[in-house]
């Protein structure tokens, strides 16, 4: 029984360690090295729907394997169909394949249920998209408010689009 506790124990040590260095690979802009760790925790742990979830996000971002980041992102969406945080994931993914209708819908339920800048911003572009000018650049101006002090460049990046949506208005 020890030897089963000390495998287990240093299992759930490997989980946490993958899990902190894809974090610090995507913060660090390491896209594919976090798409590869978020792998490894998978094998150890295929049920994880956190780690669907980011890995779901990370591929989409890239704009990579988006049949596999749509299989990851239905997978942890069934155990948890009212996570806003999945629930945008899908909208990006969603976006990324070009399933517009389908991304808003999701986008949609995410932006009721949180306050996070990136799912007003994602929303925002999925209705740009789709020709909503307007309602768009009402979705960015939400995301600029709920953008972090330490994301200068972020809001940045959205009141550029706000900027060439109203260009010429």
Known sequence: YQNLAEAHHRDER???MWN??????ELA?????????????LELD???????????????????????????ITDALKSQPGNSSYQDTMAWVLYRMNKIDEAEKYG??????????EV????GDILQRKGKTEEAVGFWRGALKRVPKLKEETGTAIEAKISAATAGK
């Open 120 to 123: 007003y911003d994602h929303l």
């Open 46 to 72: 295929p049920k994880n729907d956190d780690v669907m979830n980011s890995m779901a996000y990370v591929l989409a971002r890239l704009n990579i394997r988006l049949t596999e980041a749509y299989g990851l």
């Open 108 to 117: 949609r339920l995410a932006v009721t249920k949180s306050e996070s800048f």
């Open 20 to 25: 902190a260095q894809a974090e610090v690979d």
């Open 14 to 16: 490997s989980l946490r």
């Open 29 to 41: 802009g390491k896209l594919e090295a976090s798409v590869q760790d978020y792998r490894r925790i």
